[in-house]
């Protein structure tokens, strides 16, 4: 499996990311919210661990910018010091799979995130589909019409936002943090991207699906 982990706790991130390691998993570490965001958006991974209590952006914004913004259902497990009904609400609220109280046992913590993912997969396609165009978030494969697209890193995370927020319109500025998070190149790199996306999916269709609106941002959605 692959984990992103967000904690600012270096010791709990070092022996769980150690732990996981050595089960097989490949795992991502992250020390704030925002950057959490940041690699959650623009990385697959098949379960996150997210701390409550993070820099910048805390864990249930974190998580619920991820299910409602960004529409990931990624299982989530969070983190926390308290074991606090309200703060457990409220953690599920925003969209959070399970929680788990510190300290903890490590291998509780995978056997949970094991139980997740299992059943997330019985009931979810990792596959993104709008009208023809059909995108395999395990395999990162686009098609449409069943005729493979070519896309480069920063193309497939554009699509993968759109697809998800499709048929809604993606404000500039989402997308823009959604690759490049702060740090926006000066030049309109995301005109010259969106270029290329639109280049590689509708260019040699009749049916375009990537839509422009101006000064706002854009959409991918099919007819009807």
């Not at 490590?106 to 997330?120: D, P, Q, T, W």
């Not at 993968?160 to 823009?176: D, G, I, N, Y």
Request: glycine share 6%; hydrophobic share 40%.
């Amino acid at each position: 499996m692959r984990i992103l982990i967000v904690e600012d706790h270096k010791d709990i991130l070092d022996s769980v990311s150690e732990y996981l390691v050595l089960k097989g998993c490949t795992v991502v570490g992250a020390a704030d919210g925002l950057t959490g965001l940041h690699l959650a958006v623009t990385s697959a991974f098949d379960a996150i661990i997210l701390d409550v209590m993070l820099p910048g952006m805390d864990g249930a914004q974190l998580c619920k910018s991820l299910r409602e913004n960004a529409r990931l259902d990624t299982p989530i497990v969070m983190l926390t010091a308290r074991d606090d009904l309200h703060d457990r609400l409220r953690g599920f609220e925003v969209g959070a799979d399970d929680y788990v109280v510190k300290p903890f046992a490590v291998s509780e913590l995978l056997a949970r995130i094991e139980a997740i993912v299992r059943r997330k997969k019985g009931v979810n396609q990792r596959t993104l589909k709008v009208h023809d165009l059909v995108y395999d978030l395990d395999t990162y494969e686009v098609t449409r019409a069943g005729i493979p697209l070519k896309l480069n890193p920063t193309n497939l995370t554009l699509l993968a936002l759109l697809m998800r927020k499709s048929p809604s319109v993606v404000r500039r500025q989402e997308l823009e943090e959604a690759v490049w998070g702060t740090n926006v190149p000066d030049s309109d790199s995301l005109r010259s991207n969106i270029y290329l996306l639109r280049k590689a999916i509708d260019r040699s269709f009749d049916v375009p699906l990537l839509q422009n609106y101006h000064g706002v941002g854009y959409r991918i959605h099919g007819p009807g």
